[in-house]
């Protein structure tokens, strides 16, 4: 089984920045993709940015510039500057374990950039 857990999310202004993470435990040998997604109401989820184990990262090319990934061990950070209120939502990570054709998805963490 696996965990996956997003923190630091909150409430910034615009213009200012945001890191979350997104930590992986549980049962698995190594983990293939990392990939975070947005979604607002009413809305389908969004992919954001994905990273994988050997280090290829991709940001949508309307954040570039503005997003950057990290990944320290099982876990992966979303550096998000000069942030918009458009950036409001809620921010999921969701991961792949190497050779699994299955992926997890955690609960989202809530990112609100006000005007």
């Known amino acids: 089984q696996v965990q996956v857990v997003e923190s630091g999310g909150g409430l910034v202004q615009s213009g200012g920045s945001l890191r979350i993470s997104c930590a992986v435990s549980?049962?698995?040998?190594?983990?293939?993709?990392w990939a975070w997604y947005r979604q607002v109401p009413g809305d389908e989820r969004r992919e954001v940015a994905t990273i994988t184990s050997l280090g290829t990262t991709n940001v949508s090319d309307s954040l570039k510039g503005r997003f950057t990934l990290s990944r320290d061990g099982n876990t992966v950070h979303l550096q998000m500057n000069m942030m918009k209120p458009e950036d409001t939502a809620n921010y999921f990570c969701?991961?792949?374990?190497?050779?699994?054709?299955?992926?997890?998805w955690g609960q989202g963490t809530q990112v609100t950039v006000s005007s």
């Open positions: 969701n991961v792949r374990p190497a050779g699994s054709a299955y992926s997890y």
């Open positions: 549980g049962s698995f040998g190594s983990i293939y993709r």
